[in-house]
């Protein structure tokens, strides 16, 4: 049993029935709803796994569904759009939304096996990406808020003298929390210091990832 959960939401019994007896043949855990509200209520974002989701649905529809899960707290969750009616600005609408793939039904069991593999890897490249930056938020938390203070200076690109001009100290005071700011988040250089912080939390801030979120923390 592959340990991915492929979450099939659509109205229509019959396509989830068909699908989901056919995703268990390759090992897939499936989970079927025929209520998007039920799928957000009860799927885990804990579990990896991916969502296959008809775009058309009387309540809520596709979008509205995967807007619901980019608005979750945590990893973000990899979605398929799967439809009766492929036109083109659906298509679109659906690849702009950020959907991994936009299927037109009946599926090909070819078709839907090669996305449901690309989700398994996308999946899986977030799920590190995430707990990357749960990691190196971790680290921040570290920091007293002085340290705090000095790491933002910097990430703003000012310099010792400017710093310690600002905080009303002295410029060595200055390098002493700089040089701790450095060995407390692991970055060998001010350069490394820089970039990474950059990534994690221009990437993550949506997800609660922000230098200046944790001061104080």
Do not use: W
Request: proline share 5%; glycine share 6%.
């Amino acid at each position: 049993m592959k340990n991915f959960t492929v979450y099939l939401v659509d109205d229509d019994p019959g396509v989830i029935n068909a699908l989901s007896r056919l995703l268990r043949t390759r090992g897939y855990d499936v989970k079927p709803y025929s209520s998007p509200e039920l799928f957000l209520e009860e799927h885990d974002l804990e579990v990896p796994g991916c969502a296959v989701v008809d775009v058309s649905m009387p309540t809520l529809d596709g979008f509205a569904v995967q807007r619901a899960l980019t608005a979750s707290a945590g990893s973000p969750r990899p979605v398929v759009f799967i439809t009766g009616n492929g036109d083109i600005p659906t298509t679109v609408q659906a690849m702009r939304a950020g959907a991994l793939d936009f299927l037109t039904k009946p599926l090909k069991d070819k078709d839907l096996f090669e996305v449901i593999s690309r989700a398994e890897a996308k999946d899986a490249e977030l799920r590190k990406r995430y707990s990357e930056a749960e990691f190196f938020h971790a680290k921040i938390k570290t920091l007293t808020p002085r340290e705090h203070e000095v790491l933002l200076h910097v990430l703003n690109g000012r310099l010792n003298k400017q710093i310690a001009a600002d905080l009303g100290v002295g410029e060595k005071t200055i390098k002493v929390h700089r040089a701790r700011v450095m060995a407390k988040l692991g970055s060998r250089n001010l350069i490394e210091l820089v970039r990474t912080a950059d990534r994690y939390f221009s990437e993550y801030s949506d997800k609660g990832f922000s230098v200046t979120s944790s001061i104080g923390a």
